[in-house]
């Protein structure tokens, strides 16, 4: 029986989303994309074009579970990580409109799940998950690469999937 999860990378000028099916034997990636906001626009006109993308998403592709990135630990400006704070608000709004649970995973954990080290770089976890999903490294960014690196972490930590 196939589950489906969306990864969520939030951000405010780009919120990576990428939508999985897997089983304990095999992983389809289905639909992997950036809901990219206008820097010139307010702040809510931006968190609610987030909202409006997402919520398309969802509505298309019925994930059951949705798989997001938390915060970093440490932001060196305080009103970066309150921004982000919205963008992640937004992010469980929407799992909230379709009652979608949520598990949050610290950037560290994802990486050494997807990439075994959790000091990985951008570069190293776009490649481990184009391995991991059988795709075309340059056909991603890294938005979509950390969006599909959260639901990795989500099937290989619920034990529902084993890579080898």
Known sequence: ???????IDPG??????????????????LEGGVCKTVVSDNLEIRL????????EV???????VMAVEDLHSRYRNLKTAIIMGHARGVVCLVASQFEIPVFNYQPTQIKNIVTGSGRADKIQIQRS???LLSLNFKSFNEHVAD???AAICYSMMSNNVSYE
């Open 129 to 131: 998950v184009a391995r």
């Open 58 to 64: 969802v509505i298309e592709y019925k994930p059951k």
């Open 48 to 55: 609610k074009s987030i909202f409006d993308d997402l919520r």
């Open 1 to 7: 029986m196939k589950n489906r999860v969306i990864g």
């Open 147 to 149: 969006a599909y690196a």
């Open 12 to 29: 405010l000028s780009n919120t990576g989303y990428g939508v999985l099916d897997f089983d304990r034997d095999q992983i389809t990636a």
